[in-house]
Structures are given as C-alpha cells and as structure tokens.
C-alpha cells in the first residue's frame, strides 16, 4: 500500500508561483509512475503532469507545459509540483496519484486511473 498526502496549495494571484509537496508513504517501490492531476467542479479530472521514476521521464498537459515543473526527490519518498505563471484556469484541486506501470504508458499522457491517490490540495488563482 501506498500513502499520499499533499501540501502547498494556496491563494495567489495570476502570474504567481506555488510548489506542492506529496509525501509518500509505505511501500515506496510501487510507486513508480507518479503524477499530478487537478478537478474543478463539473469537468473531468485532469492530468497535469507525471513522472516515471529512475529514468526521470515526464509528461506534461499541453496548458501547463513551460510553466510547470515535476520532479521526485532522489529517496523518492517526496514529489513536487513547481508552477509558475498561474493563470485563473489553473484553479483546482490538486491530486497527487501513484502506481505501478510501465514507462511507455506512464508518460503517455493516457494514464488517468491510479491505484493510489491523495486527499488533494486546493489552488485558487485570481486575476
């Protein structure tokens, strides 16, 4: 089993940063695919960005790449989220999610089913 907890999330204005933190916990091996997703009432959970342990192979959406940043700490029990340039469209909750895959379908940009998820963290850009 894997634990997951997010931190980070704030209120800032457009054009701020935020960094957000997901502390892993329990049997860290399983956890190789990792990523950020986000959700905003009445649309679909989106992912945002992901990250495949190791070789440090990453995916972005198309609306945060530039912008943000994924990364995994080398004991691999602490994610982050770095983004920049916050725009309001970026308001959501934020989830952290892990699993078990292979690269190829990791870094996709089709995984969107984990088989471990945090509670999330709620972003709130305003203009």
């Known amino acids: 089993h894997v634990g997951l907890v997010e931190s980070g999330g704030d209120s800032v204005q457009a054009g701020g940063s935020l960094r957000l933190s997901c502390a892993i916990s329990g049997d860290i091996w399983q956890a190789n695919c990792m990523g950020w997703f986000r959700q905003t009432p009445g649309k679909q959970r989106e992912g945002v960005a992901v990250i495949y342990s190791g070789v440090g192979a990453t995916y972005y959406a198309d609306s945060v790449k530039g912008r943000f940043h994924i990364s995994r700490d080398v004991p691999g029990n602490t994610m982050y989220l770095q983004m920049h340039s916050l725009k309001p469209e970026d308001t959501a909750v934020y989830y952290c999610?892990?699993?078990?895959?292979?690269?190829?379908?990791?870094?996709?940009?089709?995984?969107?089913?984990?088989?471990?998820w945090g509670q999330g963290t709620q972003v709130t850009v305003s203009s």
């Open positions: 999610a892990a699993d078990t895959t292979a690269v190829s379908y990791c870094t996709s940009g089709a995984w969107k089913q984990a088989a471990y």
